[in-house]
Structure formats: C-alpha cells, structure tokens
C-alpha cells in the first residue's frame, strides 16, 4: 500500500499519456489538453471502377449497383447516407447498394459521417441509356413501337365454323415481338376473341395516342370473307353474324383508321382474304432494302396478307413462316419487305396459297418501309 502512495505523488511524474480512440489527453500535474480529431472519414468507390475521378459511369440498363468501403481509424462511422438514405454498413465498412437509374445524367452521392461529426462525400455520374435508344439513335428513331394483334377462333353464330388456331397465333406473334424486338407491352394490345367494338376501340385508342414518330403494327388472323361482286373485304368479329353484315368490320373501314392514325409507319398483317382492291402495288419478287434509314425516313403503309381466300385455313402455313422468320431472324434492323420475302417462297411450296405484300393505297404511303428492330 505504502509503495502505492508512492507512486502517485511522486513529484518526478512530470506528465502521462493516455490514448483513446480519436483523441489524446495529456496530464500535467494539473491541467490536461485535449486535441480533437477533424480527420474526416474515408470513402472508396470499389464498383463501377473508376479510371478517373470524374470519369462518367455510361449504363443500358436501369439500375446499377455500387459497391464500396468507408473507414475511420480515429473514431469511428456513425452513419452513412446513399443519395439522402439512411444506410448500414458491415462489419468490415463495406456497402452495397442497387441504385434505380432514370434515362439521362442520374449523380450517385455517398455521404459518410464518423462519431465527431467530421463527414466526407464521394459522388460519381451515371448516364443510363437504353440499348433500344443507343439502336434506334443511330437509325435516328425518335418513336415508339405499338401493335394490335387480334386473333378470332371463336363465334357467337353457330353458323360460322370455330378454328383452332388464330388466338393461338396472335399469341405467339405477341411473345416473339415483346421478347426479341422493340415493342414494350404496355404498347401491344392482345385482342383475343374480339368482338368488331373492341376492334374499333382499339384503332380509336391508337389513333389518340400514336404521334407522327411511332410505328403501328397491325396482325389479324381469324374468317375474312371477299365479296367479288362488290369488291369489299371483311373481317368478321366474335360477334360476326353470317346472315347480316352489320358486325362485319369492312376493309374500307380499316383502310380511314390507316389514313386517321398518325404514325410514321403502318404495317398490316391478315391472315384473311382481302382481296387485290386493298393494295396499291404487290411484289411477287423482293430484293433486300440497301438503305434502311432512307426506307425508315419515308412514311410507309405496307400490307402483307396469307392470300386471296375467302376463308383462312385453321392451320395458317402463313403465320407459322412468319413467326419463324421473326424468331430466327439475326439482323438488327429487318425491313417488312425483307420479312416478307424470306418466307414467302415456303408458303407457297407448302400450302394452296399465295402471300401477297404492297402498299396499301390512297392511305398516305411515301415509299418507306415498317423496320423491325432486334433487342
């Protein structure tokens, strides 16, 4: 005990040092000083890899996730924000986080802020463009894809025969153009089984909502009839009755919906009679478009139909090509003429019918062409 006492009076202890996290306390008999830590916390942007310190982040897809490490050897982190969220790190300092992206210039800002309130910012800029805007910019395309595919293989009137196959069809065109080309679903209406209202509401709700830049495909596949004498084509809806034509829906009316619809391009597919009167021209022997941007610079009202037929066969050998061409194709840009072309020569060779494509007349087509775009 005596030694003890000893020890802590003795008047040559001049001054101890005491260590404790961030800061440092020095006695000296009697006073003690203190010197505070203004050393701020150091943040570490380890995902995306930055070359420069203000090097752009450029990203085709909406969200990106950013990966980094915050540290503090004095006093510690107490809270980290990501983009004015409050965020936990590990154990280790480490962070991760899946940031949403909106099109155009998104800045990322990373805020840490240790135990004496020194904090410290890194921030980096994310610009975040479409893969179907990088395609369509150097194509120069400044609209939108929409498509109304309708497939009838059911009817109210027992005197017209059911089929089998035509929703089954409009499906599968759906799949393959939401899947691999440049139609976003909410801009494709799947009419299945429709009635000759829910036809006409549709080309309305086109019609309101297309603007000059975008491009409208149109797909029918169920009865069509072709009325020789009178030389007028009909599709016939769900509610179709084969003694009236008042619920038959008239190409001539198809044909002022095209003139209506204010759209860059319009390309028609039936899969029912139209009959010659529709087209303006027809091509029996396509060539390959050359020049892709000046056929997309020019308005186009195209049609491609399965024949001359006042009935469709259940089984469309038509579609089938169609759809396959469309699932197989490799091109980045194909045009319809080229489409149409690739398959028509299978369709003839494998069924009764001829494949017919023109320019559907006196309804605004300029020489263009409908492009398909591949995602």
Known sequence: MCIFLLFLFNPFLHSQEIRSGKSTIFINNQEEEKIEDTTPPQIKIISPLLKEKK???????????????????????????????????TEDGLFAQDI????????????????????????????????FDIITSQLNVSGKYFAILIGIDKYEDPNLMDLDNPVRDAENLYKVLVSDYYFDKENVMLLKNAKRADITNALDMMAEKLTKNDNLLIFYAGHGWWDQ???????????????????WFRNSTLCDYLKEIDSKHTLLI?????????????????????????????????AMTSGTLTEVPDRSTFVKYLIERLDNNDDKYIASEQLFSSFRIAVINNSDVIPQYGEIKNVGDEGGDFIFIKK
């Open 100 to 131: 949403s992206l909106e099109k155009g210039e998104n800045k990322i800002s990373i805020i840490a802020i240790d135990n004496n309130d020194n904090y410290s910012e890194e921030s980096l800029i994310v610009e975040y463009m479409p893969k």
């Open 229 to 247: 004498e009178a030389n007028i084509g009909y599709w016939l809806p769900y509610d179709a009755k084969l003694s009236r034509k008042a619920e």
């Open 270 to 302: 039936a899969d029912a009679c139209f009959g010659g009167a529709i087209f303006k021209t027809r091509s029996v022997s396509m060539e390959a478009p050359k020049a892709i941007q000046m056929l997309y610079d020019l308005p186009s009202r195209k």
């Open 55 to 89: 090097e752009k982040i450029k990203s085709d897809k909406p969200e990106i996730t950013v990966i980094g490490k915050i540290t503090d050897n004095l006093s510690g982190i107490n809270r980290i924000f990501i983009n004015s969220e409050k965020f936990k790190l």
